[in-house]
């Protein structure tokens, strides 16, 4: 696993220093490991006011995140070894403040990638259910889920363009 995933742009800053206010929050979301947990960060373009979002339980990860279009939302993925990996989303404010606990967003099963619809209360994800990779939506709220793609031994990277109708994803092996 990474050790640093990067949602945008990583940029090292002092922790803990104060956020400015943008509408949305701050554009830059990476999760880095810390000691035995993972922690979830928001920074500006700039790299100032660098906010602590969300640390996970010990000996748990957070293997992918995305940032929802305009920002105030953040799915992302925790998982840690011998549990089954959890689809979370947390919502902040314009600071970067978390409002509340992460949601718990059930309906689809492994999840691997997540990736915000353009303008929708929309996901796009890899999960992976009895064994078989699968590309699907489901609403942030939990409910909708749908499968788009199945059939491969690998289904991964799932991404929306940004019409908001297309999507791309790998597939391998290529038949």
């Known amino acids: 696993m990474r050790d640093i995933l990067l949602a945008a742009l990583l940029v090292t800053t002092a922790a803990g220093s104060a956020q400015a206010q943008v509408a949305g929050g701050p554009a830059i979301a990476y ?24 640390t996970t339980p010990s000996k748990m990860t957070v293997t992918t995140l995305d940032i929802k279009p305009g920002g105030g939302e953040l799915a992302f993925v925790e998982r840690g070894k011998g549990f089954a990996p959890v689809l979370k989303i947390i919502r902040y404010d314009d600071h970067g403040v978390r409002l509340g606990q992460p949601q718990i967003v059930t309906g689809a099963c492994s999840v691997d990638n997540v990736d915000y619809h353009p303008t929708e209360p929309l996901l796009l994800v890899n999960d992976i259910c009895n064994q078989n990779p699968r590309v699907a939506t489901i609403n942030t709220d939990g409910s909708s889920y749908t499968v788009l793609v199945t059939g491969s031994p690998f289904l991964g990277d799932a991404r929306w363009l940004k019409d908001g109708i297309s999507y791309v994803y ?6």
């Open 31 to 54: 999760a880095k490991v810390e000691g035995t947990a993972a922690s979830i960060y928001l920074t500006s373009e700039t790299g100032s006011g660098t906010v602590k979002l969300y």
């Open 170 to 175: 790998v597939r391998a092996p290529v038949d």
